[in-house]
T-cell receptor
Framework: NAGVTQTPKFQVLKTGQSMTLQCAQDMNHEYMSWYRQDPGMGLRLIHYSVGAGITDQGEVPNGYNVSRSTTEDFPLRLLSAAPSQTSVYFC????????????FGDGTRLSIL | GDSVTQMEGPVTLSEEAFLTINCTYTATGYPSLFWYVQYPGEGLQLLLKATKADDKGSNKGFEATYRKETTSFHLEKGSVQVSDSAVYFCALSDPATNSGYALNFGKGTSLLVTP
């Protein structure tokens, strides 16, 4: 059971570079989301998607883009990396609304120099 | 807006001690409540959940009861083990916000259990 798979696990970028964090799930979940985790801040929602072709902004969307062309994949793009985007990024998916638990990937640790 | 407040850590306990981690929330709608656990270097795992008032979620000896009157969802365990050392997150999902899917997290409470 693969669940939610994130790649890469670690990445170091220079300021101004762009990159894409990959997220794939094999559970046929409708809902997918991206969070960032910073010390003392908990997890904050960046973007989410309720199905293929549908995305929306969360609490901290600036500097990030997403798209959802398939049910399985939900990549997160950093357009021009900034040191403030140094964080651990988690992708999650769930089957439905409300009381359905979310399944998390193992995270991508990103450092921007 | 919605928010989750949980007690600051770190919490350090001896093995077999009683654990309580407090969590209170504010929500626009009628939320579902969750506790997630994060072991070092790993992603978050669902520990337990409750979807309506007075529900009790339980798993691996941990329990939490959805108290609507006090807007609380405190996590308890009667006898902690060294293997329970982790970061614990209280979270809610609110059908009135973010299409009812997204989680709103507390800041996390780090627990260290010593032998």
């Amino acid at each position: 059971n693969a669940g939610v798979t994130q790649t890469p696990k670690f990445q170091v970028l220079k300021t101004g570079q762009s990159m894409t964090l990959q997220c794939a799930q094999d559970m046929n979940h409708e809902y997918m989301s991206w969070y960032r985790q910073d010390p003392g801040m908990g997890l904050r929602l960046i973007h989410y998607s309720v199905g293929a072709g549908i995305t929306d902004q969360g609490e901290v969307p600036n500097g990030y883009n997403v798209s959802r062309s398939t049910t399985e994949d939900f990549p997160l793009r950093l357009l021009s990396a900034a040191p403030s985007q140094t964080s651990v990024y988690f992708c999650a998916s769930s089957y439905g609304q409300g009381g359905q638990p979310q399944h998390f990937g193992d995270g991508t640790r990103l450092s921007i120099l | 807006g919605d928010s989750v407040t949980q007690m600051e850590g770190p919490v350090t306990l001896s093995e077999e001690a009683f654990l309580t981690i407090n969590c209170t929330y504010t929500a626009t709608g009628y939320p579902s409540l969750f506790w997630y656990v994060q072991y070092p270097g790993e992603g978050l795992q669902l520990l337990l959940k409750a979807t309506k008032a007075d529900d009790k979620g339980s798993n691996k000896g941990f329990e939490a009861t959805y108290r609507k009157e006090t807007t609380s969802f405190h996590l308890e365990k009667g006898s902690v083990q060294v293997s329970d050392s982790a970061v614990y997150f209280c979270a809610l999902s609110d059908p009135a916000t973010n299409s009812g899917y997204a989680l709103n997290f507390g800041k996390g409470t780090s627990l260290l259990v010593t032998p």
